[in-house]
């Protein structure tokens, strides 16, 4: 029986942490309302998240309702993930407190694409100056990587990341050894579909597809019927590769006429003469300000192929909302009609009704917040357990 009991208390404590990480903010009332427990259950669970460290209450609900207003349960701050995010140009390094929020992000930039022991050791160090700055008080919970390339599954080995010439390399367990603290890798634009779908643009919809373009190429991210689309070793959603045409240039697979190969920042870069060093709000500032003709053959020849890769993944996974990010988000902007015009003559039209396409709500955090989440999962779902032991680094992949 107390097996049982303990068995139902972690999972009623997973479940209410999960919901106030999710919504930012929720009255105890909803709680009760979300969960069926009943009131007295709510506030005993509330508090001994309390005791924790991982929620606070604040204020009352403004209600009409006769009684005594609910207070609102919010997340602490204190708990925070590492998230990290190799470039061939830069390693990001964000510090992210429960519901999302970015508190701090560091951006080093890198002459040349870092080998996994350079940006093992970038990353550590700006690990060590990061725990200098927090507060007594705060508990680093983990590190979350989200990678431009194959990550395993189950180990968070890097199996192959073209652009960064990483293969086979055990990026996690080579962090946690660096850092002492859990690591955890998975593919950058897979955890930037997750984010979306937790708290931003995507919120509440359980079929959409994210696309990220960036310097290390394009890649996708699928959520299916509420559940992220891994594949047996978590490598789908690789829609970078998707064939764009019969000839064309080779990606960074060695496939011709992909996504990938024909819808690159570079180009964009080398035809409105910015430096490769320029960052997406850049990029896009001077791409909006162009009256250059050869800017706009540049930008309408991308928005024609990245139109025929997403009218074939919208007849494939039949998603409710499309969401670009990075330059792809650049790119619509420039043009959006044009887009969604290609789009509508490559789809289904049954399923082409059914989409819609936007940028993602997060912005340019939505990689960082999406690597949180990977380090953040174990405290969702065993908060007492996590919070309660140090324990060993672990080592692993994007968690169910």
């Known amino acids: 029986m107390g097996?049982?009991?303990?068995?139902?208390?972690?999972?009623?404590?997973?479940?209410i942490l999960t919901l106030v990480h999710q919504a930012r903010s929720l009255p105890r009332t909803e709680l009760t309302r979300l969960t069926g427990l009943n009131r007295s259950t709510i506030a005993g669970l509330v508090g001994e998240l309390q005791d924790l460290g991982l929620v606070g209450e604040v204020g009352a609900e403004n209600t009409t309702q006769v009684g005594r207003p609910s207070s609102i349960v919010k997340p602490a701050s204190q708990p925070v993930a590492i998230a990290v995010n190799p470039e061939i140009d830069a390693i990001?390094?964000?510090?992210v407190s429960l519901g999302g929020v970015v508190?701090?992000?560091?951006?080093?930039?890198?002459?040349?694409?870092?080998?996994?022991?350079?940006?093992?050791n970038i990353t550590a160090a700006i690990v060590e100056g990061v725990r200098g700055g927090l507060q007594a008080s705060t508990r680093i919970v983990g590190i979350g990587v989200a990678v431009p390339g194959l990550v395993r599954l189950q180990d968070g080995l890097v199996r192959y990341a073209p652009h960064l010439g990483w293969r086979d390399e055990p990026l996690a367990e080579m962090l946690a050894a660096a850092t002492g603290l859990d690591t955890w890798a998975a593919n950058?634009?897979?955890?930037?579909?997750?984010?979306?779908?937790?708290?931003?643009?995507?919120k509440g919809i359980d079929d959409l597809i994210y696309l990220n373009g960036g310097a290390s190429g394009v890649g996708g991210g699928v959520i299916a019927g509420g559940v992220a689309l891994r594949g047996a070793s978590g490598y789908a959603g690789e829609l970078g590769h998707t064939r764009v045409r019969g000839d064309g240039l080779r990606d960074s697979a060695g496939a011709r006429g992909t996504l990938e190969s024909e819808v690159r920042r570079e180009n964009l870069l080398n035809v409105l003469a910015l430096p490769p060093s320029a960052d997406e709000q850049e990029l896009e500032r001077a791409l909006l300000a162009s009256d250059s003709p050869a800017v706009r053959a540049e930008a309408n020849r991308q928005l024609d192929f990245l139109g025929v890769a997403?009218?074939?993944?919208?007849?494939s996974f039949n998603p409710r909302l499309v969401v670009?990010?990075?330059?792809?988000g650049a790119l619509y902007e420039f043009d959006s009609h044009r887009l969604n015009t290609v789009i509508e003559g490559e789809a289904l039209p049954e399923a082409f009704a059914d989409v819609a396409v936007t940028r993602p709500a997060l912005n340019a955090d939505i990689l960082i917040v999406g690597a949180a989440e990977l380090a953040f999962a174990p405290l969702l779902s065993a908060p007492a357990e996590v919070m309660g032991t140090a324990g060993p680094s672990r080592t692993g992949g994007l968690r169910a």
């Open 3 to 15: 097996n049982n009991l303990d068995t139902i208390r972690r999972h009623n404590l997973s479940a």
């Open 92 to 95: 990001t390094v964000g510090v």
């Open 103 to 120: 508190q701090n992000k560091i951006r080093f930039a890198t002459d040349d694409a870092p080998t996994v022991r350079q940006a093992v």
């Open 188 to 202: 950058d634009a897979g955890l930037g579909a997750l984010a979306e779908r937790t708290f931003g643009a995507g």
């Open 310 to 315: 997403l009218g074939s993944a919208i007849n």
């Open 324 to 328: 670009l990010g990075g330059f792809l």
